[in-house]
């Protein structure tokens, strides 16, 4: 007889497990560890393979890259978000798994990549607007400042104290370091519609949380 186990219980199970992971991988990566060498290589090619993943997902909508050129440049990326990587593992706050969160690194160099990529094909004309000329309608002021620092910390604590631990890695890695979907499914094992139900879900409570809070907010502000 198969005794089910309760989804809550399940749940903890992962997260435990997905903690024990990323403690192991922040271990190995530190400099004195034995697997240090090993712990890099296994790094290396995890954002590598994200950065293929990215790549390819953008090509219909920039620069179109393939074969070798794509493999060159998901290898750059993955380079550069290394070294970044290693300079902030203290960063880690465990918020979601470590792969997830070493993803962002990745994401970033293909971002950043792929502008220039672009911008060596089509620099851009002066008639776009340069930093210093926004208008002041446009720089927070003061007050304003503070406001967004009380809600930053209440949106912590709402992150680390109503979400459940899966809805919490969907949202800190879709919401706030900006994995893609696709990438997010993947490494979590899951779907797009397992991922956009976790970020619905998350974004509800945390509005709620938010506005018992005194400080609504609209969804495209929760997802800035």
Known sequence: MTVERPVSETADRRAAAGDSCSRRWIEQLKPDHSRHDEAIARLHDVLRRAAQHELRRRSSLGPRLAGPELDDVAQQCADDALVNILAKLDDFKGLSRFTTWAYKFAIFEVSSKLARHAW?????????????????????????????????????????????????????????????????????????????????DARRKLRGSLAAAGYPLTDEELSA
Not at 179 to 197: C, F, H, M, Q, T
Request: charged share 30%; hydrophobic share 40%; proline share 10%.
């Open 120 to 200: 060596q094909r089509q620099p851009p004309s002066r008639e776009d607007l340069e930093p210093g000329e926004m208008p002041d309608s446009l720089t927070p002021r003061p007050s304003d400042q503070a406001e967004r620092r009380e809600q930053f910390v209440v949106l912590k604590e709402a992150i680390a104290l109503d979400l459940t631990p899966r809805q919490r890695e969907v949202f800190v890695a879709a919401a706030l370091n900006e994995v893609p979907i696709d990438v997010l499914a993947l490494e979590l094992g899951s779907n797009r519609n397992a991922i956009y139900k976790n970020l619905f």
